[in-house]
T-cell receptor, first 114, second 114 residues
Framework: GNSVTQMEGPVTLSEEAFLTINCTYT??????LFWYVQYPGEGLQLLLK?????DKGSNKGFEATYRKETTSFHLEKGSVQVSDSAVYFC?????????????FGEGTQLTVNP | EPEVTQTPSHQVTQMGQEVILRCVPI?????FYWYRQILGQKVEFLVS????????KSEIFDDQFSVERPDGSNFTLKIRSTKLEDSAMYFC????????????FGEGSRLTVL
């Protein structure tokens, strides 16, 4: 089956620290990969995506590269801010199926302290 | 910016009662979804809906669940006879197509079953 595994949280960092949140996946087909973010009191928002191997998604200083050889899509940011405190979800979506369901990871709570 | 809205934000109900969660998707979107997240667990797909019928559902979406688009704007999830294990955050989402594009999520409705 299809699944997504994220690094265990919560993660606590100081402002301007380097962030990595690991994400690996298992998929029967050729997935598109996503990172969603949920800020306190808000819904899930798309942060970035990559639709094929070696694509790099980027947004708001965050980056993730689709690595087919390691089945990974790790999220990175060079210098986090307090406003980045949120829950981050890695997800995949298969392109071959007629449906379009997302399969999510467990979510990683990030807290950035000033 | 268009957004998906959900009501209520929080509902408390007694076991065995019927619950209806409401969603207003983005107006030109064609695909509609419900996901849920039990506290501390992954976000899980429940059902997708297109052209006034269910296009895909998960094993969680059993006979006690139903979805409906009663008019041109609302998309509802009904739980016929709630159980304790239905306590979760329920997220509605919509998308324009079913390619690898993004789903837009609402803020969620928290259901607590006592």
């Amino acid at each position: 089956g299809n699944s997504v595994t994220q690094m265990e949280g919560p993660v606590t960092l100081s402002e301007e620290a380097f962030l990595t949140i690991n994400c690996t996946y298992t998929a029967t087909g050729y997935p598109s990969l996503f990172w969603y973010v949920q800020y306190p009191g808000e819904g899930l928002q798309l942060l970035l995506k990559a639709t094929k191997a070696d694509d790099k998604g980027s947004n708001k200083g965050f980056e993730a590269t689709y690595r087919k050889e390691t089945t990974s899509f790790h999220l990175e940011k060079g210098s986090v801010q307090v406003s980045d405190s949120a829950v981050y979800f890695c997800a995949l979506r298969l392109r071959e199926t007629s449906g379009s369901r997302l399969t999510f990871g467990e979510g990683t709570q990030l807290t950035v302290n000033p | 910016e268009p957004e998906v809205t959900q009501t209520p934000s929080h509902q408390v109900t007694q076991m065995g009662q019927e619950v209806i969660l409401r969603c207003v998707p983005i107006s030109n979107h064609l695909y509609f979804y419900w996901y849920r997240q039990i506290l501390g667990q992954k976000v899980e797909f429940l059902v997708s809906f297109y052209n006034n019928e269910i296009s895909e559902k998960s094993e969680i979406f059993d006979d006690q669940f139903s979805v409906e688009r009663p008019d041109g704007s609302n998309f509802t999830l009904k739980i016929r006879s709630t159980k304790l294990e239905d306590s979760a955050m329920y997220f509605c989402a919509s998308s324009l197509g079913q390619g690898p594009g993004e789903l837009f999520f609402g803020e969620g409705s928290r259901l607590t079953v006592l």
